[in-house]
């Protein structure tokens, strides 16, 4: 998946309402960042079988703890302190006052699913604009070649910090939903002896 900006000659300021509107009813997914667009590739079917185990996992989870709010890849989250909307492969949000139909702005938890087209912005552009979100908790970008995810999360006494994790049988605790997130879950299904497509 990568971010594509429509107008790259002369881009055209869009507004937010513009854009929240143009969203319901084009064909085409599109990030928002600060008055721009960006179109939506698609995703190869390990992507989305890696977004799949995720998301049933932490479903799972927050159906157990009364946080039912997970989402995969068509919901939006608000950056309001980016002036931006992006669409992340996995959301969890447990605030019941965040009950916007199209995006949440109080996620306490984002996935996204790296491959080389979408690797700068993971780790650089997303993990700055993730971070001005006071309820963000975890923010974890999951490898798709190799058993590899790096955690960014928000130690109250340190502020963000990061971990990687590289072997099928570590575990992550993640504290919203409250929950143990193994790699060999985020990998079920998955055969890293498979080609991937470079655009995956």
Partial sequence: MLAVKITPD?????????YLEGEK???????YMKGNLFTMRGNSRRHNHIVLNVALALDLAGKLIDCPAVTMLTVKV?????DAYYYPNVMVGCEQDDA?????????????????????????????????????QVYLIVAQDQPLVTMYYRDKETG????????????ITLPCPEATLTLADIYEGIDFNQPLSEES
Avoid: M
């Fill in 160 to 171: 963000w910090e990061v971990a990687r994790f590289d072997d099928l049988e570590q575990s």
């Fill in 78 to 82: 608000r950056v309001q302190r980016a």
């Fill in 25 to 31: 009813i084009t064909e085409e997914r599109h990030e």
């Fill in 100 to 136: 916007n139909a199209y995006y949440l702005e109080k996620p306490c938890l984002l996935v996204e699913v790296n491959s080389k087209a979408t690797e700068w912005k993971n780790f650089t552009e997303k993990v700055i604009a993730y971070q001005k979100l006071a309820s963000l």
């Fill in 10 to 18: 002369n881009p055209a300021y869009i507004s937010e309402a513009e």
